[in-house]
């Protein structure tokens, strides 16, 4: 089975940096796809930044400019810088990776169990 844990949440103030870390664990070739999604409390799960394996990057409107991410394909890791943290990115980030190459098949649609982030006026 493929497993995926987060780390690098926390408290910062408005203004602040976090970065955040995934970790993918288990058998696999390859991932094509990477990206942090986060769930603000009464609101639906969004996605903040994706990553392809080749590195294509796509950002939710709201965090373009101010967020990076990033990822190390022979660690089957996945990063998201965020600068300029503002009250309004507080949530839980959750990591997400779809089409994970295993040698006998593929999985879609792994997801950690997140990290907290929580940004202070």
């Known amino acids: 089975q493929v497993q995926l844990v987060e780390s690098g949440g926390g408290l910062v103030q408005a203004g602040g940096s976090l970065r955040l870390s995934c970790a993918a664990s288990?058998?696999?070739?390859?991932?094509?796809?990477m990206g942090w999604y986060r769930q603000a409390p009464g609101k639906q799960r969004e996605l903040a930044a994706a990553?392809?394996?080749?590195?294509?990057?796509n950002y939710a409107d709201s965090v373009k400019g101010r967020f990076t991410i990033s990822r190390d394909n022979a660690k089957n890791s996945v990063y998201l810088q965020m600068n300029s943290l503002k009250p309004e990115d507080t949530a839980v980030y959750y990591c997400?990776?779809?089409?994970?190459?295993?040698?006998?098949?593929?999985?879609?649609?792994?997801w950690g169990r997140g990290t907290q982030v929580t940004v202070s006026s």
């Open positions: 997400y990776a779809n089409q994970v190459v295993l040698s006998n098949g593929v999985i879609y649609g792994v």
């Open positions: 288990g058998s696999m070739v390859t991932i094509n796809y």
């Open positions: 990553i392809t394996s080749s590195g294509n990057t």
